[in-house]
C-alpha cells in the first residue's frame, strides 16, 4: 500500500482534537445547565435529547471524514510494469553558457532572458519529446529526450555560465552533440533550436549544419543585440565587480552574431530568428514544430500502480449519510 498524496494523511491528527473537543463540550454544556436552571433543567433537556444518539452521530461523522481524508491521499496498491511510447517531433534544444550570455542586453542578463523564452517554448509543445544540451567551449546533454517536460523544467533551472569550465562558445560541438542525441530509429521530423548569441570563437558550425542537413533541421534563436554590451565580472556575491577586457585591457563588448546565426540555419535548411522583449519569434518556431511529422519512440517502462480511493470513499459517504439520518431527539408516543 503506497498514498500518491500522503501530505493529507496529518489531517488525521485532527481527529482526537475532534474527540476532545466534543467531550469537552458536551460537559461545558452540562455545568452551564446546572447553573441556570438545576436538575429540572437537566431533566427535561434529557427527555428531549438523546445523548446516545449524539454520541452515535458524532462517531459516524468522525470515522466519514477520517476516510475522506484517507480517500484523498490517494492509497494505492497493486502495480504493473509497462513500456511507455511517446509519440512526437523529436526536439532538441541547445543553450549557449559562454561567458558572454551574462552580457545585459536583455535584463538581467541573456542567459535569464533565453531560458524564459525555453520556458514559454516547452509549455507550448505539449506531447513532444524535447532534450537539452548545454553548451560553450564543450557541449553536454544536460537532459535526453523525454516526454516529462516537468524534469526537462528541473534540468533547466540548473543549467548556469561555469556549469562547463571552458567557457568559449563552438556552435559546432553543440550540433555535434544533438546529432548523437537523436533517436536514429525515430521516423519522426527532428529539428535542433538553438538559443546563442553566436559569438563563436572555435569550430565550424555552418560545415556542421550542412553535414546534418538530410537529418535534422536547425532553427535559430539569436539572444542579444547587434549594439552589444560589456560582459560583467561578478563576485562569489553577485555583485559586478568589473568587465572583461581584452589583452589590451580595453572593454569588451559582446555582440550578436545575426548573420553567423542565418548561414547556420541556411546551409541546414532552417530558419533564423532574433530575440525579442515581445518573444513574437516564439509563436513562429511553435507553428513550425507543429506541423512538422509525428513519429512515435519506445521510451522507459513505467510502472502503474491500481487506485484503491474508492474503496474508502464509498464508505466515508454512507457513514455521512447515516449520521444525517440520525436524529438527536428522542421519539415521544
Same mark, same amino acid.
Given at each position: 500500500?503506497? &498514498? #500518491?498524496?500522503?501530505?493529507?494523511?496529518?489531517?488525521?491528527?485532527?481527529?482526537?482534537? &475532534?474527540?476532545?473537543?466534543?467531550?469537552?463540550?458536551?460537559?461545558?454544556?452540562?455545568?452551564?445547565?446546572?447553573?441556570?436552571?438545576?436538575?429540572?433543567?437537566?431533566?427535561?433537556?434529557?427527555?428531549?435529547?438523546?445523548?446516545?444518539?449524539?454520541?452515535?452521530? &458524532?462517531?459516524?461523522?468522525?470515522?466519514?471524514?477520517?476516510?475522506?481524508?484517507?480517500?484523498?491521499?490517494?492509497?494505492?496498491?497493486?502495480?504493473?510494469?509497462?513500456?511507455?511510447?511517446?509519440?512526437?517531433?523529436?526536439?532538441?534544444?541547445?543553450? !549557449?553558457?559562454?561567458? +558572454?550570455?551574462?552580457?545585459?542586453?536583455?535584463?538581467?542578463?541573456?542567459?535569464?532572458?533565453?531560458?524564459?523564452?525555453?520556458?514559454? %517554448?516547452?509549455?507550448?509543445?505539449?506531447?513532444?519529446?524535447?532534450?537539452?544540451?548545454?553548451?560553450?567551449?564543450?557541449?553536454?546533454?544536460?537532459?535526453?529526450?523525454?516526454?516529462?517536460?516537468?524534469?526537462?523544467?528541473? &534540468?533547466?533551472?540548473?543549467?548556469?555560465?561555469?556549469?562547463?569550465?571552458?567557457?568559449?562558445?563552438?556552435?559546432?560541438?553543440?550540433?555535434?552533440?544533438?546529432?548523437?542525441?537523436?533517436?536514429?530509429?525515430?521516423?519522426?521530423?527532428?529539428? #535542433?533550436? /538553438?538559443?546563442?548569441?553566436?559569438?563563436?570563437?572555435?569550430?565550424?558550425?555552418?560545415?556542421?549544419?550542412?553535414?546534418?542537413?538530410?537529418?535534422?533541421?536547425?532553427?535559430?534563436?539569436?539572444?542579444?543585440?547587434?549594439?552589444?554590451?560589456?560582459?560583467?565580472?561578478?563576485?562569489?556575491?553577485?555583485?559586478?565587480?568589473?568587465?572583461?577586457?581584452?589583452?589590451? !585591457?580595453?572593454?569588451?563588448?559582446?555582440?550578436?552574431?545575426?548573420?553567423? %546565426?542565418?548561414? /547556420?540555419?541556411?546551409? +541546414?535548411?532552417?530558419?533564423?530568428?532574433?530575440?525579442?522583449?515581445?518573444?513574437?519569434?516564439?509563436?513562429?518556431?511553435?507553428?513550425? /514544430?507543429?506541423?512538422?511529422?509525428?513519429?512515435?519512440?519506445?521510451?522507459?517502462?513505467?510502472?502503474?500502480?491500481?487506485?484503491?480511493?474508492?474503496?474508502?470513499?464509498?464508505?466515508?459517504?454512507?457513514?455521512?449519510?447515516?449520521?444525517?439520518?440520525?436524529?438527536?431527539?428522542?421519539?415521544?408516543?
Amino acid at each position: 500500500m503506497r &498514498f #500518491l498524496n500522503q501530505d493529507f494523511l496529518y489531517l488525521l491528527l485532527l481527529v482526537p482534537l &475532534f474527540i476532545i473537543i466534543f467531550i469537552t463540550g458536551s460537559k461545558l454544556v452540562k455545568s452551564r445547565l446546572a447553573k441556570l436552571g438545576g436538575i429540572q433543567i437537566n431533566q427535561m433537556v434529557n427527555k428531549s435529547f438523546s445523548g446516545r444518539r449524539r454520541r452515535l452521530k &458524532f462517531i459516524l461523522v468522525l470515522i466519514s471524514l477520517a476516510l475522506m481524508v484517507t480517500a484523498l491521499a490517494r492509497p494505492q496498491y497493486g502495480s504493473e510494469l509497462i513500456k511507455i511510447k511517446s509519440t512526437g517531433t523529436e526536439v532538441i534544444i541547445a543553450l !549557449d553558457v559562454s561567458l +558572454s550570455m551574462l552580457a545585459g542586453d536583455f535584463y538581467p542578463t541573456r542567459l535569464d532572458k533565453a531560458k524564459r523564452q525555453i520556458i514559454t %517554448l516547452v509549455e507550448n509543445l505539449p506531447g513532444e519529446n524535447i532534450g537539452l544540451v548545454a553548451f560553450s567551449g564543450q557541449a553536454f546533454v544536460q537532459c535526453p529526450l523525454t516526454v516529462d517536460h516537468g524534469a526537462f523544467r528541473m &534540468f533547466l533551472d540548473v543549467v548556469k555560465v561555469g556549469i562547463i569550465s571552458d567557457t568559449g562558445t563552438d556552435i559546432e560541438k553543440a550540433i555535434e552533440k544533438a546529432a548523437e542525441s537523436f533517436s536514429p530509429e525515430s521516423q519522426a521530423d527532428k529539428v #535542433l533550436v /538553438i538559443f546563442t548569441d553566436g559569438e563563436t570563437h572555435t569550430g565550424d558550425p555552418v560545415a556542421a549544419a550542412e553535414k546534418y542537413r538530410d537529418r535534422f533541421r536547425i532553427i535559430t534563436v539569436g539572444v542579444g543585440t547587434a549594439q552589444g554590451e560589456p560582459i560583467p565580472m561578478r563576485a562569489p556575491g553577485g555583485s559586478i565587480e568589473g568587465y572583461k577586457k581584452n589583452e589590451n !585591457d580595453e572593454t569588451v563588448v559582446s555582440k550578436l552574431n545575426e548573420q553567423l %546565426l542565418k548561414e /547556420i540555419t541556411l546551409a +541546414s535548411g532552417g530558419s533564423a530568428y532574433r530575440s525579442t522583449p515581445g518573444e513574437q519569434e516564439l509563436k513562429s518556431i511553435i507553428k513550425k /514544430i507543429k506541423k512538422m511529422e509525428k513519429g512515435e519512440t519506445e521510451g522507459n517502462f513505467r510502472r502503474l500502480y491500481d487506485e484503491k480511493y474508492q474503496y474508502f470513499l464509498i464508505p466515508s459517504i454512507i457513514f455521512m449519510a447515516a449520521a444525517m439520518f440520525i436524529s438527536e431527539r428522542r421519539n415521544h408516543a
